[in-house]
C-alpha cells in the first residue's frame, strides 16, 4: 500500500511539475519576388535585377522558448533563436545558429523581467513605429542598417507596465580589458534605454541607445558606432493607424569624405488603413539628412498585405529611393560606399534613384 501511494505521489508530483513549465517552438518563413533597379555592377554602370528573394517583409527565423514557473510569481524563461533563407535553405553567417537571440532570465509578475545573453539591440524598438514594420524597405535603409543589429553580452531589464509607462533598459558589455572596447573583441560596449507610453488612441515612445567602436570604443561612425536619439509615435483612429518618428545620430569624430559624416537626421511618416479584416494598405515616406557633404535621400514607398488565414499572408510594395546629388542611399540597408550588386552591396550611382518591387508569402507556424 505504502509503496502504491508512493507512486502515486511520484506522478502527481511530475505532472505538477510538467504544468508549470512549457517549451514552445515556432517560427516564420517569408519568400517572393523582387524586381529593382538602379543598381549599380563592378563597371559603374546602372542595371537592374529581377531575383528571388527571402525576408523582404520579414525575416525567416525558427527559434525555441520555454518558461518553468517557480513560485511565489516567479518565472525562469529562455529564448532561442536564428535567421535562415527561404529560398536556399542557409543558415546565418555571423552571428552562430541563434544569431538574434539566445537568452536566460528571470520574470516576476510585479518587479518585471531580467535576462541575460544575445537579443535584438535595443533600436529595434522602432519596430513598433514603423507603417513597413522593418521590411527590408523601410526604417533601417536610409541609415544603412542602423536601426536593427543584433548585441551579444547583454543584460537587460523589461519593466512591467504602471500607469500606462513601461520601460526597457539593455547594457552588452565589450569583454575586452578596456571596459569600452579596445580591438580585442568583436563588439564595443553597448546600451540603452527605452520609455514607452500606451493610451487607447495613441502612443509614444524614446529610445536613447549607443553602439561603440570596437576597434577602439569611440562613436566614430555614423552608420555602426554612433549615439542615437529617438521619439517615435502611433496614433489610433478606427481602421486607420498614423506613424511618425524623428530620429538624431550621433558621432564623436569620423574619418573624412561624404560617405562618413558625423551627424543624420532621420523621419518617417505614414498611414495603415486596415481596411477589412483581412487586407491593410499601407503608405509611408522615409528621409535621411547627412551633414559633410553626405547629403540627402528620400524613399517614399506603398504596399500592403492580406491574411489568407491568421498565420499566412501575401504581401507587397512598391517603393523609389531618391537621392541628392553626392549622396547614394538605396532601398535596402547597404553599407556606406560604392555600389557593386555583383558584390552584394546594391547601392545606387551618386545622385541616381533606385526602384523596385517585391511580393511574397509569409508564414507563421
Do not use: C
Not at 555614423?222 to 530620429?247: D, H, M, P
Amino acid at each position: 500500500m505504502k509503496k502504491v501511494l508512493l507512486a502515486a505521489s511520484l506522478l502527481t508530483f511530475g505532472v505538477a511539475a510538467q504544468a508549470q513549465s512549457s517549451v514552445t517552438l515556432y517560427g516564420r518563413l517569408d519568400a517572393g519576388l523582387e524586381y529593382i533597379s538602379g543598381l549599380t555592377n563592378a563597371a559603374g554602370q546602372s542595371k537592374s535585377r529581377f531575383k528571388a528573394e527571402s525576408g523582404d517583409w520579414g525575416t525567416s527565423l525558427w527559434g525555441m522558448k520555454g518558461v518553468e514557473d517557480i513560485g511565489g510569481g516567479n518565472k525562469v524563461l529562455f529564448q532561442l533563436e536564428g535567421s535562415f533563407n527561404t529560398m536556399n535553405g542557409t543558415g546565418p553567417g555571423g552571428g552562430g545558429l541563434f544569431n538574434r537571440w539566445a537568452t536566460v532570465g528571470m520574470s516576476n509578475n510585479q518587479f518585471g523581467t531580467l535576462l541575460l545573453g544575445r537579443e535584438l539591440f535595443i533600436s529595434n524598438g522602432v519596430w513598433d513605429f514603423d507603417p513597413f514594420g522593418q521590411s527590408n524597405w523601410s526604417s533601417a535603409s536610409l541609415v544603412r542598417g542602423r536601426n536593427w543589429p543584433q548585441s551579444s553580452n547583454n543584460i537587460s531589464y523589461q519593466s512591467p507596465k504602471i500607469a500606462g509607462f513601461d520601460f526597457y533598459g539593455q547594457y552588452a558589455l565589450s569583454n575586452a580589458t578596456n571596459w569600452n572596447g579596445n580591438g580585442s573583441t568583436p563588439q564595443g560596449r553597448e546600451g540603452g534605454a527605452q520609455i514607452t507610453y500606451t493610451a487607447p488612441i495613441f502612443q509614444i515612445r524614446g529610445i536613447y541607445d549607443e553602439i561603440r567602436s570596437p576597434a577602439n570604443g569611440q562613436f566614430t561612425d555614423a552608420f555602426t558606432a554612433s549615439r542615437e536619439y529617438s521619439a517615435l509615435v502611433n496614433v489610433f483612429l478606427g481602421q486607420f493607424k498614423i506613424q511618425g518618428a524623428y530620429q538624431a545620430i550621433r558621432t564623436s569624430s569620423a574619418a573624412g569624405g561624404s560617405l562618413n559624416p558625423t551627424s543624420l537626421d532621420h523621419e518617417w511618416g505614414g498611414v495603415t488603413w486596415q481596411a477589412t479584416p483581412a487586407a491593410a494598405l499601407i503608405a509611408a515616406v522615409y528621409h535621411v539628412n547627412a551633414n559633410k557633404g553626405g547629403g540627402n535621400a528620400t524613399i517614399y514607398t506603398i504596399g500592403g498585405s492580406y491574411n489568407l488565414s491568421k498565420r499566412t499572408l501575401l504581401d507587397i510594395q512598391i517603393a523609389t529611393a531618391r537621392n541628392s546629388k553626392g549622396a547614394n542611399f538605396g532601398l535596402e540597408a547597404n553599407a556606406a560606399g560604392a555600389g557593386n550588386a555583383d558584390a552584394g552591396n546594391d547601392n545606387p550611382l551618386p545622385g541616381h534613384s533606385q526602384t523596385g518591387v517585391y511580393a511574397g508569402i509569409q508564414h507563421s507556424f
